[in-house]
């Protein structure tokens, strides 16, 4: 996004040692990125399959009902169901765990870029507190920016997957 483009480059003219940290951690996220892509992809498909059987046996189960208490056949059902929920949840909760931790890594390797570029610009800029404060802000909104765009790239990703998937079966 512009606001992550504008942000590196006020800040490497704020102080030009930190487009070398900057330059690294970016390879680090890179490399971060390229191996949790295909992880949280394959857990959504994995979650959104896992959600498509409880709405179907719900339907099955409202259209066979007075049969179902006729054959008093009621615990059979309430234990798959409660399988097939917990099986949802579970591939949820993964989902969102590795998602999270994604999200943490992120977070924390830009902090790291961060504090390495706080620390350059309070060594060689110590006197000019005024551009201090500027390279902190823009610091920040690196990092927020650079956690946004990462985890929305993979967001999109994975509904343009379904998409594509929906779009197969009409």
Not at 155 to 170: E, G, I, P, Q, Y
């Amino acid at each position: 996004s512009l606001t992550f483009v504008t942000g590196i480059i006020i800040s490497g003219s704020i102080n030009l040692w930190f487009f070398i940290p900057g330059g690294i951690i970016m390879v680090l996220l890179y490399n971060v990125f390229v191996l949790a892509k295909p992880v949280i992809l394959d857990l959504k498909k994995l979650d959104l399959q896992n959600k498509s059987p409880i709405f179907g046996f719900f339907s099955s189960t409202l259209t066979g009902l007075s049969s179902i208490n006729v054959y008093k056949k009621n615990q059979n059902f309430i234990q798959l169901y409660s399988q097939l929920i917990e099986n949802s949840a579970r591939c949820n909760n993964n989902f969102w765990e590795v998602s999270r931790g994604f999200g943490f890594a992120v977070e924390n390797l830009s902090k790291l870029t961060s504090i390495i570029g706080l620390f350059i610009t309070l060594h060689l800029n110590s006197d000019y507190t005024g551009l201090l404060g500027q390279q902190i802000i823009y610091l920040l909104l690196i990092s927020e920016t650079l956690q946004w765009g990462l985890r929305q790239a993979i967001n999109a990703d994975s509904v343009m997957s379904t998409t594509h998937r929906a779009l197969k079966f009409t």
